[in-house]
C-alpha cells in the first residue's frame, strides 16, 4: 500500500512554532524564504541555511519524516552541485582530458544547492507545523484569491484519492496477468487505466460538486479556528524579518565575500 506523505501528519505537537500564529508564520518564512534565494554571498547563504536547520530544529519535527520529504527533492538539487562545477567557465582547478572543473563553477553549484535545500527546509516549520485546513484559512485571511485557496484544498484532498483508484486499478490488472514493463502492450494498458481513472476523477468530481452545493457549499473556507495575534507573535515575525533585512544590508555593505 502507498504511504501518503501527509504534510500535516504532526501539527499536533507542542513547540514555538507550532504556538507560532499562521498569518504571522506564512508572511515571516516566505520573507525569509525569498530573502535567502535572492542572495549571492556564499558566506551569508551558508548562515541562512544554519539558520533554516535552527529553525527544523525548534519545530520539534520528526527527523525521519524531514529526511523522508528532503529525499525526493534531492534527486533535483544534488545534480547542480555535480554538473555546475564543469560547465560553468572560471579559473581550473584541475582537469581531466577535455574536462575542467572551475572555482566559479564550484561555487554556484554549491551556492544554489544551500539556497535551495534552505527553503525547502524552511517551509516544513511553515507549513508542517499547522493544519492543513488551517494553513489554508490563515492564506485567506492574507487575502490570497479564493480560487487559488480553494484548488489547494482539492489538490491535497483528493490527490490520495485519485492515486489509491489507479492503485486499485493496477491491483486489479495485476491480478489478471498483466506485468508493468516498457513493452507496447504495457505502455497501452497503462494508457487505457489512466484513461479510465480520468473518467472516473471526472464522474466523481461532479458527484462531490453536487454533494457540496446540497450541504451549503458557497465557495468559502470554514473551519472552527480563531486567530488572534499575541506579543509572542509579533516578537517572533519581527525577528525572522529583521534576520531577512540584515542578511541584505550585510550583502550590500560589502561585508560579506563573494
Not at 542572495?39 to 529526511?67: C, E, M, Q, R, T
Request: proline share 3%.
Amino acid at each position: 500500500m502507498i504511504e501518503y506523505p501527509e504534510i500535516d501528519r504532526y501539527a499536533s505537537l507542542d513547540s514555538p512554532l507550532h504556538r507560532f500564529d499562521p498569518r504571522a508564520k506564512i508572511i515571516a518564512f516566505l520573507f525569509l524564504i525569498f530573502s535567502i534565494v535572492l542572495l549571492n554571498d556564499l558566506k551569508l547563504v551558508l548562515i541562512g541555511f544554519l539558520v533554516s536547520i535552527l529553525f527544523l530544529i525548534a519545530s520539534k519535527l520528526p527527523f525521519h519524516f524531514i529526511i523522508q520529504h528532503l529525499k525526493g527533492v534531492s534527486l533535483f538539487i544534488i545534480p547542480f552541485l555535480v554538473i555546475m562545477p564543469f560547465t560553468v567557465k572560471g579559473n581550473e582547478i584541475f582537469s581531466i582530458y577535455a574536462i575542467k572543473m572551475t572555482y566559479e563553477g564550484l561555487r554556484y553549484g554549491i551556492l544554489v544547492v544551500l539556497k535551495a535545500f534552505s527553503a525547502v527546509m524552511l517551509i516544513f516549520p511553515m507549513v508542517a507545523t499547522t493544519k492543513f485546513e488551517t494553513t489554508l484559512k490563515a492564506l485567506d485571511k492574507l487575502k490570497v484569491p479564493n480560487i487559488l485557496v480553494q484548488m489547494l484544498m482539492f489538490t491535497y484532498r483528493y490527490i490520495f484519492v485519485f492515486v489509491n483508484e489507479f492503485q486499485r486499478l493496477l491491483i486489479a490488472m495485476e491480478s489478471r496477468g498483466f506485468k508493468l514493463g516498457t513493452s507496447s502492450y504495457a505502455l497501452r494498458t497503462i494508457g487505457n487505466a489512466l484513461g479510465m481513472l480520468f473518467v472516473r476523477s471526472y464522474e466523481r468530481a461532479e458527484r462531490v460538486y453536487w454533494a457540496m452545493r446540497s450541504r451549503g457549499y458557497a465557495g468559502n473556507q470554514k473551519t472552527l479556528v480563531e486567530f488572534k495575534m499575541c506579543t509572542k507573535d509579533y516578537i517572533l515575525t519581527f525577528f525572522i524579518i529583521a534576520f531577512a533585512v540584515c542578511l541584505h544590508m550585510v550583502c550590500y555593505a560589502g561585508v560579506g565575500v563573494v
